[in-house]
């Protein structure tokens, strides 16, 4: 009880969210779904997405979609579906009562509409695998696992009633009607009704949602917002179910509602479009809105389906204006223009999620206002107003370190007041900042400009100065980093990488040669303490606590010019240039590149902006803004999706795979045993990876087994034809990836077939032949020894000799082409050199025969 009011509490303090940090794809009749009406989205366990319209079923894969209409004996609105995690079934419910279900290859009846004559709402399936089927009107329709039988239930609890949405706990069947929220029990198999929940009753509960990781469940209401229900799971009625109104869109007619992994909702409304509800559960911000309507370019307010996808994708189904899929951008970017600032060169966080950024004119603050549907910026006067920033850090108590371009080092608290100067003394008009940074200790380490580092104590008490007059390598460093142990690392400009130990003692690791570059812009450190510094012109180099490893534009870096670097929660480095961004991935060190083509507006970094905040998102500045990666360790990820064989068609048609196989045909795409005559060789693959999110990214190889040597080069098309295919077997290979560089062993799908020998290769047409001429060789015998025509006998033995030369010649044609190509001159030879041995052999046979048979020489014969 207590964890419900503490989720309550979060939900009555809200503010508006990013609406623009979604991506809003519309899909209608011009890409191939006709179905204006959506009335239900499910995804197969294969990845592909159904949708049920007013005119049948579609399928799509992520390019294209697949209708099941009129052709398909599915022309009627289909309101309602479900795939069952038992069987793999999906199963469909029509507007006229039909039901049926998908095996994977064809549609099959489960009932028809006259069983009831009233729509299928919601589809759901018990704990004994009985499939349960709420009709709008009229009931209950259930089918038990193990037969095909149905059962309609005429519920009196249920009559005049209108019926909207169905889910099961524990046996427990909830039914949401336009009088209230009703509880069966179905553990007999016969529904048997203990009540309802009292919260809701004489409310029209339009949606149930079950939450995940919680035997909770979402209500949504008509006119009365969003309800959670905390399910006892008791059939005996003595433990009530919890049951509390939110302050969510408390006057909305909620139809229908998503949840994603981090418990976030997506709530759908009969004439207000479609709503975000992000609950921080992990920053403990207050709750975010984003609101998708007419108004911001989504298709439709009235809202008939939502489903979060396996990829955290949410579609959302309209009643007339089609279906939407909103993806979360991974790439933004702020622009601050407007306020006047022309570079951002630094940004920092505060434990309230507020974030500050260091411009060319002050300190610009983003938050999230109470009305607004995105992040608002603010630039902040007071004593930074219109001074360049050009770093920030943390001080240990989270407190700020502002270095300035002109006026110094300040420390701030973390509202950015309190302003107070860091005394050093240096002309600062003309020694900016470079860089701050705050070791294990607290010690405040700032390099200024044509004076080096100055060492302060977490008091901000003068310690030490590093500079050349104290026999320090240079006074222009522009990058520090703390490590894990308390040594600070400095980059410079000319003078390269040097480390100041925790015991002051420093190492001068280009100058004893030890790092090959001189020209460092920044240093960053990741999770597992490895050090990272980008060079300008060297590239990238790790330090991994004993070797430098450098990554180049040979190894994939997009430029050898690296204005800064930062690393993610999720062991990739982030790598700014001048034309846009690497990513390098630590668990196998491939290397991707980030451009406008993936989303970047801006590609022009600064040097030394990146910042990774406590959200674990990533921020870097550009010359008139700063871009922001939301979540990068999980939207940018390589990825090897299943691969599904979806098709083989013979000289480009389709075909009926069952007369191609003695094999049982089952639910699979493609069946085992596919046997083609030798005259069928010309075979196209059809291959899909399910990819909803970004199926732009999909890249695939190929190979067939006793055709090809190695895999194809990575490629996006999603078919491959192979021609003139000798007999053999065969197995066709494929795997799919979002990275050129990046491929599996572990990722291969296949699909294995024969292509038969002609007739006269097959090893009965050999034996065949062979006895044939075995017997035209004893027919001569024989009928030699019964003649004593000396001119027949000679003619049978050269006819059969003549055979057996040409049918020997036949067999070794080929390798003589093999070897020889061709060339007729080869043609012509191999004929001289049978008929040159053909004489003397015909010769000593026909002297055998004769002495054999005594045949009597004819002199007239000659």
Not at 430 to 440: C, M, N, Q, T
Not at 673 to 698: C, H, K, M, S, V
Request: overall charge negative; proline content about 3%.
């Amino acid at each position: 009880m207590r964890q419900v009011f503490l989720l309550l509490f979060s939900l009555l303090v809200s503010t508006n969210a990013i609406a623009n940090f979604f991506d809003t794809r519309v899909f209608s009749a011009e890409d191939g779904l006709s179905g204006a009406y959506i009335y239900s989205l499910t995804q197969d366990r294969d990845g592909f997405l159904w949708i049920g319209t007013e005119n049948g079923i579609y399928r799509y894969d992520g390019q294209e979609f697949k209708g099941y209409l009129e052709k398909d004996s599915l022309p009627d609105a289909y309101t309602a579906s479900y795939v069952s995690p038992n069987d793999g079934y999906l199963y469909f419910g029509q507007s006229k009562g039909a039901i049926i279900k998908w095996d994977g290859r064809s549609f099959i009846e489960v009932a028809p509409a006259s069983n009831t004559a009233s729509g299928i709402k919601a589809i759901c399936e018990a704990s004994d695998l009985t499939m349960w089927f709420l009709t709008q009107n009229n009931g209950l329709i259930s089918k038990k696992s193990n037969g095909d039988e149905v059962t309609v239930h005429t519920n009196p609890e249920l009559a005049g009633l209108i019926a909207y949405s169905m889910t099961i706990f524990n046996d427990i069947l909830y039914i949401g009607t336009s009088d209230g929220l009703f509880k069966f029990d179905i553990a007999s198999g016969t529904p048997q009704a203990i009540g309802s929940v009292e919260e809701l009753d004489y409310v029209t509960v339009r949606s149930i949602q079950p939450r995940r990781f919680s035997k909770g469940f979402w209500v949504g209401t008509e006119g009365n917002g969003l309800y959670l229900l905390n399910a006892s799971g008791d059939r005996s009625g003595k433990h009530k179910d919890i049951c509390i109104r939110t302050q969510i869109l408390q006057t909305e007619s909620i139809v229908a509602i998503g949840e994603t992994e981090e418990r976030d909702l997506w709530l759908g409304t009969s004439y207000r479009g479609l709503y975000k509800i992000n609950f921080n559960y992990e920053n403990s911000l207050p709750a975010l809105y984003s609101h998708f309507n007419t108004k911001t370019r989504f298709p439709g307010n009235q809202i008939g389906a939502i489903l979060v996808d396996n990829e955290e994708t949410a579609w959302a189904g309209t009643l007339g204006d089609g279906m939407a899929q909103l993806v979360e951008k991974s790439l933004h970017y702020f622009s601050f223009k407007q306020l006047g600032a022309t570079s951002v060169n630094a940004t920092i966080q505060n434990r309230k999620h507020e974030m500050f950024f260091g411009t060319d004119q002050g300190v610009v603050k983003g938050y999230y206002g109470g009305q607004s549907d995105s992040l608002r910026f603010q630039m902040l006067g007071g004593e930074m107003a219109d001074t360049p920033i050009t770093s920030l850090s943390y001080a240990q108590d989270s407190s700020f370190i502002i270095g300035t371009k002109n006026k110094g080092v300040f420390l701030a608290d973390e509202e950015m007041k309190n302003i107070r100067p860091l005394p050093i003394d240096v002309n600062y008009a003309s020694s900016p900042i470079r860089a701050i940074e705050v070791d294990l200790f607290g010690n405040i380490w700032v390099s200024i400009s044509g004076n080096g580092i100055f060492k302060f104590d977490k008091r901000g008490i003068f310690q030490i100065q590093y500079a050349t007059t104290t026999g320090f390598y240079h006074n222009e460093v522009y990058a520090l980093l703390a490590d894990r142990e308390g040594n600070v690392w400095t980059g410079a400009h000319s003078s390269g990488l040097a480390v100041i130990k925790v015991n002051g003692s420093v190492d001068l690791l280009t100058k004893e040669k030890i790092f090959p570059s001189r020209e460092i812009n920044d240093i960053t450190m990741d999770r597992s303490g490895n050090i990272w510094i980008a060079t300008y012109g060297n590239g990238l180099f790790e330090y991994d606590g004993e070797n430098f490893v450098r990554f180049n534009q040979d190894n994939g870096l997009m430029s050898d010019y690296c204005s800064s670097v930062i690393a993610d929660q999720d062991d990739h480095i982030w790598v700014g240039h001048r034309k846009g961004m690497s990513r390098v991935d630590e668990s196998d060190l491939s290397i991707s590149q980030i451009t406008k083509k993936q989303g970047l507006q801006e590609v022009d970094f600064l040097m030394g902006s990146a910042f990774a905040d406590w959200d674990h998102n990533l921020w870097i500045g550009n010359l008139n803004g700063v871009t922001f990666l939301s979540l990068p360790h999980k939207k940018f990820t390589y990825r090897q999706l299943k691969t599904e064989i979806t098709n083989i068609r013979l000289f480009y048609e389709e075909i009926d795979m069952a007369s191609f196989t003695s094999e049982p045909i089952n639910s699979t795409t493609i069946p085992d045993g596919l046997e083609f005559n030798y005259d069928q060789n010309e075979l196209t693959f059809d291959y899909i990876a399910i990819n909803l999110r970004e199926p732009a990214e999909n890249l695939y190889e190929y190979r067939l087994i006793g055709y090809d040597s190695e895999w194809s080069p990575p490629t996006s098309q999603t078919n491959m034809t192979y021609t003139n295919l000798d007999p053999g077997e065969y197995t066709f290979e494929v795997r799919h990836s979002n990275h050129r560089e990046f491929w599996s062993e572990d990722n291969i799908y296949s699909a294995s077939f024969i292509v038969n020998l002609p007739y006269w290769e097959t090893w009965w047409f050999s034996s065949g032949e062979i006895a044939f001429l075995v017997l035209l060789v004893a027919m001569t015998f024989v009928f030699s020894k019964n003649t004593s025509n000396r001119f027949l006998i000679k003619f049978m033995i050269y006819v059969s000799l003549f055979i057996t030369f040409e049918y020997i010649h036949t067999q070794l044609e080929p390798y003589l082409e093999h070897y020889a190509g061709g060339a007729p001159i080869f043609q012509v030879l191999m004929h001289t050199i049978l008929g040159l041995i053909l004489f003397p052999v015909e010769t000593i046979v026909s002297k055998f025969i004769y002495k054999r048979s005594g045949a009597v020489q004819d002199e007239e014969v000659v």
